[in-house]
């Protein structure tokens, strides 16, 4: 039988053997996160509820849509102040909070 000297394993096999480890660990520990937080859903519906906290990120979704409205209604109000024109609150592809609206003018017959 032959001996195989330790140093016959270079570092990078050893740096790949601890990185495939690495992630078998990582996905052994999501499995069983996943599990327990499916058995404390079944055993207590409501409780996972009651102690998690609001996403940061959608409070500052939801205080970015209040401030576009605000600037909205307010864009609304100077344009229905200062032009003849009509105008409507509306999403745009250029950034443009309200959109002017050209009336149909109906044909003289």
Excluded: C, W, Y
């Excluded at 864009?75 to 009509?86: E, I, K, N, T, V």
């Amino acid at each position: 039988m032959t001996k195989v000297p330790i140093s016959a394993n270079s570092p990078r096999q050893q740096n790949a053997f601890q990185n495939k480890t690495r992630v078998a660990i990582l996905a052994e520990l999501d499995k069983e996160k996943r599990r327990l937080m499916q058995n404390q859903s079944t055993n207590n519906p409501g409780a996972s509820i009651s102690l998690s906290r609001p996403n940061l990120k959608d409070f500052r979704d939801n205080a970015e849509q209040q401030h576009i409205a605000a600037q909205q209604k307010a864009a609304l109000q100077h344009a229905h102040a200062h032009s003849s024109g009509f105008f409507i609150t509306q999403d745009s592809s250029f950034g443009n909070l309200i959109l002017p609206v050209l009336p149909r003018l109906e044909p003289d017959s």
